[in-house]
């Protein structure tokens, strides 16, 4: 199965919320944003006007002013040569065939580390940093083939979502 994929300054914003908000992270960030929430809603009118400024900054960090300086930052990488070339991920039998700009890599099925599908997209995951992301818009119609095919490859814990 072949997919070319042109990723958006959306893609690479979904896929950095997705990475701040897995795991312990993403669960210190609920908690914390709740516990100032609820302070505040329980507690205004025995704080202070200082008080209530902080806890309701605390409250917007992981809730407006993380994901928005996320967005910022994948429009400034949306814009590099590297994303705006269109990538070619070629999901066969053997491997995965990787193409830009006229460079091609073979990538084996057991050097693919993992694969999260995600609601928007796909990420090949080569290692504990390095991915490839593929829309699932991309993906389309061929989702549940596609999917047939990973479940061939991959053991099942090396996928998710899938």
């Given at each position: ?18 990475h ?18 609820l ?5 205004w ?7 209530i400024?902080f ?20 429009r400034?990488?949306a ?8 990538l ?32 928007h ?17 991309t ?20 996928l998710?979502?899938?």
């Amino acid at each position: 199965m072949k997919f070319e994929v042109r990723l958006g300054t959306v893609d690479l914003w979904r896929f950095s919320m997705y990475h701040v908000n897995k795991g312990i992270q993403g669960i210190f960030n609920l908690l914390f944003t709740a516990a100032a929430i609820l302070t505040l809603v329980f507690a205004w009118d025995q704080l202070s006007g200082g008080y209530i400024a902080f806890l309701a900054m605390c409250a917007l960090i992981f809730s407006v002013w993380q994901p928005f300086l996320l967005y910022l930052k994948s429009r400034k990488q949306a814009q590099t040569a590297g994303i705006r070339e269109p990538l070619t991920l070629e999901f066969g039998e053997e491997n995965v065939k990787v193409s830009q700009a006229g460079q091609e890599m073979e990538l084996p099925w057991d050097q693919v580390a993992k694969i999260v599908k995600t609601r928007h997209m796909v990420i090949v995951y080569t290692d504990r940093i390095h991915a490839y992301l593929l829309p699932v818009e991309t993906v389309g119609n061929d989702m549940e083939k596609f999917s047939a095919l990973l479940r061939a490859r991959l053991p099942k814990e090396r996928l998710r979502g899938l």
